[in-house]
C-alpha cells in the first residue's frame, strides 16, 4: 500500500500551519460549561497550540481569549473576574468578552485608552454542554456544524472527556481503525462466550474484516464487513469528518448517535471529546453482558487524576506513560484481559502514546485493513492543500449543514444490496433528531 512519508502539513496544527488554518475554519469544542463559572475564576485552555483564558462574566457569557493582557503581556489567567470583564491585576486594565478593553483606571482620564486597545478574543457559544470557540476570521463566523448527536435534548447527552499525551492525528486514527478490536479490546474472548445474537459476535469470530471505503462530503467513511452469513453481510459503518472528528460503529445505527472530537491542544497534547446520544438508549456493544452474564473483560472505568490549573492539568488519566498504564502482566499472560489493560478507553490510550508524541510515519508499513487510515489522510491532505493553494475550504467549511448526512452504526444488509444504499436506507428507517435546521443555525 502507498505510503504518505511527510505528513507535516497535517500533523502540526499551530497559527500559521496548514491543518491549522484548516482548522480555524471549524467550531472548536474546548471545555464542559460547567468548567467555567460566573463571577468564577479563568480557565486555562491549550487549543490548537495557542494558550487562551475562559471565564464567564456576571451576566453568564462565556469570554475566550489569549491569556496574555495587551499592555504588558502579563497573564489574564492571573486576572480578577468582575462584573462585565476581565481585569489585570498588573495596571487594571479591564476586557470585556470581546476583547475591548473597556478600563484603564492606571492612564489619566484624559490619556484613556479605552477603545483603543482590544485583546485577541474570539466568539464562543454554547451548545450541548460544551463551550464552543471559532478561531477563525471573526468577521465571517459559520454556523454551528449539525452533528446530530449535539442537537439531542440535554438529558440525553453523556459526555466524556479525557487527555492523551500524543499527537492528534494518531489519536483520532485509533478511531477509525476498526480491525483492533478483535484483538485490543477482545482477543481474550471466544465467539462461543458470546453467542450468535451479541451484537460483537462477528468481531470476535472473524478478526480480520474487509472494507469499502468512501470520501464524502464531510470526509471519508467506511464500511467494515465480513462474508455473509445466510445471505446478509453485517456491516460496520463509521465516518471521519472534518476537521478532527470521528463517529465510531458500536452500536445499532438506528437508535445510537455518537461524535468524537479529537481536539488538538498542541502538536504533542489532544482533548478527546466524546459525545455520545441515548437516542434509543442502546448501549455500545461492547458493554452488552456475555452469555454467561458477565462483561467483557477489561471494560472497567477508567480514573483521573485531579484536574489541576496548568494548561495540561485538565482530564488525565490516573493510566499515563509513567506508570506503564497499568498494565497487568499476569492479566494478560493468563489471557483474562489479551492487553492486560482493563478499561477499553485505556488500552486505546496505551498503544497510541506508546507511539511517542508524534509518531514517525516513515517506520510504518501500512496493510490492507489501515485503508481507511490512508485514505483519510489523503482526504486531509487535499482538503489543507486547497485551502493554502487556491483558498478554496472544503464544503464542510462553508455549509456546516453537510454534517448531518454522517451517522455510525451496525446493521445487517441482503448481500446483493450494494453497502452505500444499505447506508442510506438505514438511515430513513432510524429514530433521528430532525429538529436541527434551526438550532444549527444559531
Known amino acids: 500500500m502507498a505510503r504518505l512519508d511527510n505528513l507535516d502539513d497535517i500533523t502540526h496544527v499551530g497559527p500559521g500551519t496548514p491543518m491549522g488554518e484548516l482548522m480555524r475554519r471549524y467550531w472548536v469544542p474546548a471545555a464542559l460549561s460547567s468548567e467555567v463559572t460566573t463571577d468564577g475564576p479563568p480557565l486555562r485552555l491549550m487549543l490548537l497550540g495557542e494558550k487562551l483564558i475562559a471565564f464567564r462574566d456576571a451576566q453568564g457569557r462565556v469570554g475566550v481569549m489569549d491569556h496574555r493582557c495587551p499592555h504588558r503581556c502579563a497573564s489574564l489567567f492571573l486576572g480578577r473576574n468582575e462584573g462585565d470583564g476581565i481585569r489585570c491585576i498588573y495596571h487594571g486594565w479591564k476586557y470585556d468578552i470581546d476583547g475591548n478593553c473597556v478600563d484603564t483606571p492606571s492612564v489619566p482620564a484624559h490619556q484613556s485608552l479605552v477603545g483603543k486597545v482590544k485583546a485577541t478574543a474570539y466568539r ?37 472527556i479525557m487527555q492523551r499525551e ?176 482493563d478499561s477499553i478507553p485505556v488500552q486505546d490510550q496505551a498503544v497510541i502514546e506508546s507511539m511517542g508524541p508524534i509518531v514517525d510515519h516513515t517506520r510504518e508499513f501500512l496493510g490492507p485493513g489501515d485503508r481507511m487510515i490512508a485514505r483519510t489522510r489523503q482526504a486531509m491532505m487535499d482538503a489543507v492543500r486547497r485551502l493554502r493553494d487556491e483558498g478554496i475550504a472544503p464544503p464542510s467549511a462553508r455549509d456546516p449543514g453537510i454534517v448531518w448526512g454522517a451517522r455510525s452504526g451496525s446493521f445487517a444488509a441482503p448481500e446483493s444490496m450494494d453497502w452505500r444504499q444499505a447506508y442510506r436506507e438505514q438511515l430513513t428507517v432510524a429514530t433521528r433528531w430532525t429538529d436541527h435546521v434551526g438550532e444549527a443555525a444559531e
Open 124 to 160: 464562543a457559544v454554547e451548545r450541548a454542554g460544551l463551550i464552543w470557540v471559532y478561531m477563525g476570521d471573526q468577521s465571517n463566523i459559520p454556523r454551528l456544524p449539525a452533528l446530530e448527536v449535539t442537537l439531542l435534548p440535554q438529558e440525553s447527552i453523556r459526555i466524556n
Open 166 to 341: 500524543c499527537n492528534w492525528l494518531q489519536a483520532l486514527e485509533g478511531d477509525i481503525d476498526t480491525s483492533h478490536v478483535g484483538f485490543l479490546h477482545a482477543g481474550a474472548i471466544d465467539p462461543d462466550d458470546l453467542g450468535e445474537d451479541h451484537p460483537m459476535h462477528h468481531a470476535v469470530y472473524n478478526r480480520a474484516p474487509e472494507y469499502k471505503i468512501e470520501v464524502t462530503e464531510w470526509g471519508t467513511m467506511y464500511g467494515a464487513y465480513r462474508p455473509p452469513h445466510n445471505g446478509m453481510v453485517d456491516w460496520r459503518i463509521a465516518h471521519y469528518v472534518l476537521p478532527f472528528w470521528t463517529m465510531t460503529p458500536n452500536s445499532n445505527i438506528r437508535e445510537r448517535v455518537v461524535a468524537n472530537a479529537w481536539v488538538p491542544m498542541d502538536d504533542t497534547h489532544t482533548m478527546m471529546i466524546k459525545i455520545t446520544g441515548g437516542v434509543g438508549e442502546t448501549h455500545n456493544f461492547a458493554y452488552i453482558p456475555m452469555k454467561n452474564g458477565k462483561q467483557m473483560p477489561g471494560t472497567n472505568k477508567h480514573s483521573y487524576l485531579p484536574n489541576t490549573t496548568d494548561w495540561y492539568g485538565r482530564w488525565r488519566c490516573t493510566a499515563n506513560p509513567g506508570n506503564d498504564w497499568n498494565i497487568d502482566r499476569e492479566a494478560q499472560r493468563k489471557n483474562i484481559i489479551y492487553s492486560g489493560i
